[in-house]
C-alpha cells in the first residue's frame, strides 16, 4: 500500500506558475513511476505527466509540453510538477499516482494508488 498527498495547488492568474508536490508513504516510493493527472469540472481525467522511477525518463501531454516539468526526489519520497504560463484552462483537480509499470505509464488503469487532489484554479 501506498498513500499519496498532494500538495501546492491554488489560485493563480493566467500566466503565472504553481509547483505541486506529491509525498509518498511507502520508502519504497523510488520503485515506483509517478504520473500526474487532472480532471476539470465535467470533464474525464486526462494524463498531465508522467515521470519513470528514476527520473531519468520523462512523458508529457500535448497541452502541457514545453510548460510543465516534472522531477521527483527519491530521498525525501516526492515526486514534483513545475507548471508555467498557466491558463484558465488548467484549472483542475490535479492528481499524482504510483505505479508498478516499467518505463514512463500514461494511462489511468496502469496506476494503482492515487492521492486525493488538489485544486488548481487559474483565473483569467
Known amino acids: 500500500q501506498v498513500q499519496l498527498a498532494e500538495s501546492g495547488g491554488g489560485l493563480v492568474q493566467a500566466g503565472g506558475s504553481l509547483r505541486l508536490s506529491c509525498a509518498a508513504s511507502r520508502r519504497t516510493f523510488s520503485t515506483y513511476a509517478m504520473g500526474w493527472f487532472r480532471q476539470a469540472p465535467g470533464k474525464e481525467r486526462e494524463f498531465v505527466a508522467a515521470?519513470?522511477?528514476?527520473?531519468?525518463?520523462?512523458y508529457y501531454a500535448d497541452s502541457m509540453k514545453g510548460r510543465a516539468t516534472a522531477s521527483r526526489d527519491n530521498a525525501k519520497n516526492t515526486v514534483y510538477l513545475q507548471m508555467n504560463n498557466l491558463e484558465p484552462e488548467d484549472t483542475a483537480v490535479y492528481y499524482c499516482a504510483a505505479s508498478q509499470t516499467r518505463g514512463v505509464p500514461t494511462a489511468s488503469p496502469m496506476f494503482r494508488y492515487w492521492g486525493q487532489g488538489t485544486q488548481v484554479t487559474v483565473s483569467s
Open positions: 515521470i519513470s522511477w528514476n527520473g531519468g525518463s520523462t
